[in-house]
């Protein structure tokens, strides 16, 4: 099998975009309609404008913009940019994948989440009649271009939600930078130059893990430390994903705690870190609540679970367990 090579590119510049725009071919941006407002001029014309909700990330959506795309003379041999966040990278990657078969396309991506974690490692889908992410394919793009300037213009919940998925990626493989990069943001404003170099390291390490396992069946799990406990937190709660995963980490150290894989200051430590960034870190709900939500397939057919774990910081691990053993654990830790 072909080995995987994910294409990351970083520029601290808005202006160094364009040398990375193909010159042989049409090229239309598919651009959240908000970025089109302020850094539209950026980037090539034909512009599609998509407004970033989860709503839109449907097959609606999937169908209005092919009949566009189709109308302006796109075919095989042309090119789609992605400009946004993960909702307008999952949607156009998954277009990219199916118009004609399938043509090129690349991210710009415009949020935190996305520059370390949605726009790196192939992962497209759009969700189904409110189910999220029900249909989608896995399929890497030309390149991503992460440039650390978008992110003057976002809103703190959005910069929280990437800076929650940022400290889990050093929680499960890099122990310095989880260190170095508390002492950095802890003391200051949350600024992109002062972000920069975390980002970068951020999705590297996510692009070397999914390198190793494009298609999710092994290594590439671990990159879900907290987000079995944050689905089921949003699906019974509004928190904001960032919020939810923030939650799910603390909730995962916990559990490792309990089953003697993590020492106890290490979660101390994690804990009074994610407070201290303003995380949340405690469940709005009772996890007896939660549990019911996170086993309710799995209850019925029994057997285990797949966990993401902590021995230290900088080292998670697959931890499969017993569903009714799980449920005793978490109903222990309230
Ligand atoms: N494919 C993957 O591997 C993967 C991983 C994680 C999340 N996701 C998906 O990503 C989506 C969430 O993506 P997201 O958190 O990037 O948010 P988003 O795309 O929903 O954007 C969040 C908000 O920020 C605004 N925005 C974006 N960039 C901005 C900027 N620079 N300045 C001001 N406002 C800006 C958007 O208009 C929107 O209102 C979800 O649908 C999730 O399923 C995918």
């Avoid at 520029?11 to 071919?25: N, Q, T, W």
């Avoid at 991506?109 to 409110?130: E, F, H, I, R």
């Avoid at 019974?236 to 490792?256: D, Y």
Wanted: include cysteine; hydrophobic fraction near 45%; charge should be negative.
């Amino acid at each position: 099998m072909e080995r995987c090579v994910l294409n990351l590119n970083y520029c601290a510049d808005i202006d160094c975009i364009d040398s990375f725009i193909p010159r042989d071919c049409l090229v239309v941006t598919i651009i959240d309609a908000k970025i089109a407002e302020i850094y539209g001029k950026y980037f090539p014309t034909p512009q599609i404008r998509v407004v970033a909700s989860e709503n839109n990330k449907s097959l609606q959506s999937v169908e209005s913009i092919s009949l566009q795309l189709l109308e302006m003379g796109v075919d095989r041999s042309s090119f789609l940019l992605a400009v946004g966040g993960g909702v307008i990278s999952d949607l156009v990657g998954f277009i990219g994948s199916i118009y004609m078969r399938g043509i090129k396309f690349a991210y710009v991506p415009t949020t935190l989440l996305a520059q370390v974690d949605a726009a790196v490692g192939g992962k497209t889908a759009v969700n189904l009649s409110g189910f999220k992410n029900i249909l989608g394919v896995v399929n890497q793009p030309a390149f991503t271009l992460i440039c650390p300037e978008f992110l003057n213009s976002l809103p703190k919940n959005e910069m929280l939600a990437g800076l929650s998925e940022m400290l889990k990626t050093f929680i499960i493989a890099d122990r310095d930078n989880y260190f170095n990069f508390l002492g950095e943001v802890r003391s200051r404003q949350l600024e992109a130059k002062i972000l920069w170099p975390f980002i970068k390291k951020c999705s590297s390490i996510k692009a070397s893990i999914v390198e190793q396992d494009p298609f999710d069946n092994g290594v590439r799990k671990l990159l879900n430390l907290g987000h079995t406990f944050a689905h089921a937190l949003e699906k019974i709660t509004q928190l904001h994903h960032g919020e939810a995963v923030s939650i799910g980490i603390i909730l995962a150290s916990k559990l490792s705690v309990k089953l003697s894989l993590l020492q106890s200051d290490e979660e101390l430590t994690i804990e009074s870190d994610f407070k201290d960034l303003g995380l949340p870190v405690a469940s709005p709900v009772k996890l007896s609540s939660l549990t019911d939500v996170m086993l309710k397939d799995k209850k019925k057919t029994g057997g285990n679970l797949d966990l993401i774990l902590i021995e230290s910081i900088g080292k998670a691990i697959i931890y499969s367990i017993n569903v009714k053993d799980l449920e005793g654990l978490l109903n222990d830790l309230s």
